[in-house]
């Protein structure tokens, strides 16, 4: 394995970025955050948008400051959360990005099911139905703005920042199937449903691509204009999750569940083929790809977000209150009888959380929340035991039994909740390592570049490099 080789890992989350290097040393993965920066819709005449060109100004600072530490880069990549997506025509953004928050899909989700049933549409792809999915999005572009899917070209999120910087439009598999707009069977668009059921037009889809695939370098003009080279580019497993999941340090991922814990809660396993059974569609897990022909097998968990919401609320009203604060809070506040429903879609878009479960406690009989504290326990028990449910679905599910969970991303910071969480689920917790999504884009690169042949030596420099905490 070469040492020293910079690799640079963007980081997009719904709600910040990094630009993170990566480079092995002495036989150990080092970081080295170089570059953060803030992410979050922006409202506009009742709809909520990702501002593109901000994202793009800021890759680009990554870029610059990237060189400026390192001035031969390896390679770089970006990996973003999953089924929003940008159009172009002839190179240029037609509109800002959609929000999956954005409510305009609630119709469309309904109409295109009138063609075909959720479970019919569930056999083809896999993908749980969810009100947010691309598929549901893109149905609902083509109602509101027919003319914008005219000779335009659909990239999700990652794939179109990659264009703008490097010219080249493909759609990486990882990203791509987060939308419900693959086969389950082939590793390819599923053009009969989204030619036939959906009325979009061939045009919208490029040519998919697995991950750790090089993806050309950085626009002549592009490297001119902010000083810098011409840097190699690579599509790395472009869903966050999935960059998560490739660096999973246990050795055998069949044999530990795993949870990429951010805003979302990502709750899974990954197997060799998908499972499309009626108890799966029941049980809201969805089959995305994942590395070497893999399926993540998961279910989405509002996760961390609750408490962003709860904090974000607060601050707007002139608490001081950090995250450290809500851990300490809810700590002492065992046995408390106050629960919510973390999936319930009141608690989805943006707004005053904290208000949503005082209510919810409300009208479900449970009384009043005593106290700040008391609905941020709230809050972290509700989600603990919704994970144990979780995970005894997915055993029943997929006949298995997973006695570790691998906890993954920066929600292991809470040691409280990695605590809670094997109390509650009655499983060994191993917490780690906590940028296991940048670190997964690294290892990514390594792969195409060569430095790594695949994905458990990928996995094995992991483990070698971050320790990992366990409870329980």
């Known amino acids: 394995m070469e040492q020293n080789r910079q690799y640079l890992a963007f980081d997009l989350g719904a709600s910040s970025g990094r630009a ?96 075909i049933p959720k479970a019919d549409f569930y056999a083809r792809n896999g993908i749980q139905p969810l009100v947010f999915n691309t598929i549901y999005q893109l149905c609902a572009e083509l109602r509101d703005h027919p ?15 990659h264009f703008m910087l490097t010219g080249t439009a493909t759609s990486e598999i990882t990203i791509a199937s987060t939308g419900a707009l693959l086969k389950a069977s082939s590793p390819d668009w599923d053009t009969e449903a989204l030619s036939k059921l959906a009325g979009l037009p061939a045009n919208l889809f490029t040519k998919i691509v ?17 000083g810098i080279p011409q840097i190699p580019a690579v599509k790395c497993a472009s869903h966050d999750t999935a960059s998560a999941v490739l660096a999973m340090p246990c050795m055998d991922p069949e044999k530990a569940l795993y949870i990429s814990l951010g805003t979302w809660a990502l709750l899974g396993a990954e197997l060799h083929n998908a499972i499309l059974t009626p108890e799966a569609l029941e049980s809201h897990f969805t089959n995305e790809r994942g590395v070497e022909d893999t399926f993540r097998f998961l279910c989405n968990i509002m996760g961390t977000w609750l408490l962003q919401e709860t904090r974000r609320t607060w601050t707007e009203q002139g608490k001081d209150i950090s995250f450290a604060d809500m851990e300490a809070m809810a700590a002492p506040l065992d046995g408390q009888p106050f629960r919510i429903d973390p999936d319930d879609a009141v608690f ?7 208000e949503r479960v005082r209510r919810y406690c409300r009208e479900h009989g449970q009384g009043e929340l005593p106290s700040d504290a008391a609905l941020v326990r709230c ?76 994905a458990a030596e990928a996995r094995a420099l992991t483990a070698a490099s971050f320790p990992l905490a366990v409870y329980g």
């Not at 290097?21 to 979050?40: A, P, T």
């Not at 003319?147 to 920042?161: E, H, I, R, W």
């Not at 697995?210 to 902010?226: D, I, M």
Request: glycine residues 10%.
């Open 20 to 115: 993170i290097l990566g480079s092995v040393r002495n036989g150990r993965l080092e970081l080295d955050e170089i570059h953060r920066f803030r992410n979050y819709p922006y409202e506009r005449d009742g709809h909520y948008f990702w501002d593109f060109r901000a994202l793009l100004g800021e890759l680009e600072t990554g870029l610059k400051k990237a060189v400026a530490i390192t001035p031969v880069l390896a390679s770089f990549s970006i990996d973003t959360w999953g089924v929003d997506y940008a159009l172009f025509r002839n190179g240029a953004l037609i509109h800002d990005p959609y929000c999956y928050r954005d409510g305009r899909t609630e119709a469309a989700i309904e109409d295109f099911h009138k063609r």
């Open 147 to 161: 003319d914008a899917l005219d000779g335009t070209t659909m990239l999700l999120m990652p794939d179109a920042l």
């Open 210 to 226: 697995p991950p750790a695939s090089p993806a050309g370098c950085l626009k002549a003009e592009t490297a001119a204009r902010l």
């Open 348 to 354: 989805f878009p943006p707004g005053d959380m904290p």
């Open 379 to 454: 809050i972290y028990d509700s989600l603990a035991d919704c994970f144990k449910k979780r995970i005894e679905q997915l055993e029943a599910i997929t006949d298995k039994k997973f006695d570790t969970i691998n906890i993954l991303g920066g929600g292991t910071r809470d040691m409280f909740f990695m605590r809670l969480v094997a109390k509650t689920t009655g499983r060994r917790v191993l917490a780690g390592p906590t940028e296991a999504t940048a670190i997964g884009n690294i290892l990514a690169q390594m792969i195409a570049g060569g430095a790594l042949k695949d």
